[in-house]
């Protein structure tokens, strides 16, 4: 197996359904590939449709699909990690389950280009509202020296120049994340530090790049993403509250690195667009 795809559910029904159906569907691959749902203790009838109805669909595309339910919510980092355990690919992506191809062939070229790039660990697309605004939802993650997180591109049309070069970044989302698994064997997965959810990618990206291996940004692949679904509206997750636990958690870990580069953004680059703003901070 060349790729093992990896997909958080945790209710959202309607989503997972639109989302994981368009990628099983529409993702075009050179080489076989899987994908592994884990399920968070959803109650809304997700499992029954992720062990069925997405089972079949995968098996009719020729698309392997493992699905593992946990009896309860056990928050983003055991969870994927348990499909790092499970993943039998050379090369792991991390998706969320509001998040699906725009570009049909994301997974061979998310490939080709970390494998032509000296020391690339990790390798993150161009990540895209849904139609109709299709404006820049993040193309690579800045940190300033302050500790605070911009999103470049937030809000601004898929085609500005700014955005549409391969580069070297300071970090990635996990939204939709590829890099491989010898990595993630060699140094580990997710750190439950991070519990729930929220900065565990921020600190994931940081630990390799500590390492030396560099996080690269392509515009080659653009992916659809709703943008939050995966936190939003869920009862017992208050995201707010997360994001500033976490991201403290964050800056304590990291400021050592991030204070000392110069490449990242200003301050004013890093407030936050409120008018895109549907939550505190997208997955």
């Known amino acids: 197996m060349t790729y093992s795809v990896v997909v958080l ?8 359904r639109r989302r994981l159906s368009l990628l099983v569907t529409e993702t075009v691959t050179d080489e076989p590939w899987e994908l592994i749902v884990i399920d ?4 809304d009838g997700s499992q ?3 062990k069925n109805e997405l089972t079949a669909l995968g098996k009719q595309h020729g698309v392997p699909v493992q699905v593992f339910c946990f009896d309860e919510n056990k928050g983003c980092c055991p969870a994927r990690n348990k499909g790092i355990s499970l993943a039998t690919g050379k090369y792991v992506a991390f998706c969320d389950n509001d998040v699906s191809p725009q570009t049909r062939d994301w997974l061979p070229k998310l490939r080709a280009r970390l494998e032509a790039t000296p020391k690339a660990g990790m390798i993150g697309p161009k990540m895209i509202y849904p ?3 299709e404006l820049i939802q993040c193309a690579g993650v800045g940190i300033s020296q302050r500790g605070h997180v911009c999103f470049y591109g937030r809000g601004e049309r898929r085609d500005a120049p700014e955005y549409n070069r391969i580069r070297e970044v300071q970090c990635l989302i996990s939204a939709c994340l590829l890099l491989p698994k010898t990595l993630l064997d060699q140094f580990g997965g ?6 729930p959810v929220q900065f565990e ?3 994931l990206v940081y630990r390799l790049r500590e390492k030396g291996y560099h996080a690269i940004y392509t515009p080659e692949v653009e992916m659809i993403h709703d943008e939050s679904v995966t936190t939003q509206g869920t009862a017992t997750l208050r995201n707010a509250a997360n994001v500033v ?3 403290l958690l964050f800056q304590k870990r990291w400021r050592h690195i991030f204070s000392q580069e110069t490449d990242g953004p200003t301050e004013e680059q890093c407030r936050w667009k409120k008018e895109l703003d549907r939550n505190d901070k997208p997955t």
């Open 9 to 16: 559910s945790c209710n959202k029904l309607e989503v997972t």
């Open 40 to 43: 968070n203790g959803s109650s």
């Open 48 to 50: 029954e449709w992720c």
């Open 131 to 133: 139609p109709p605004s």
């Open 190 to 195: 997710f750190d439950p530090a991070f519990h």
């Open 201 to 203: 990618d921020f600190d």
């Open 245 to 247: 636990r976490n991201g």
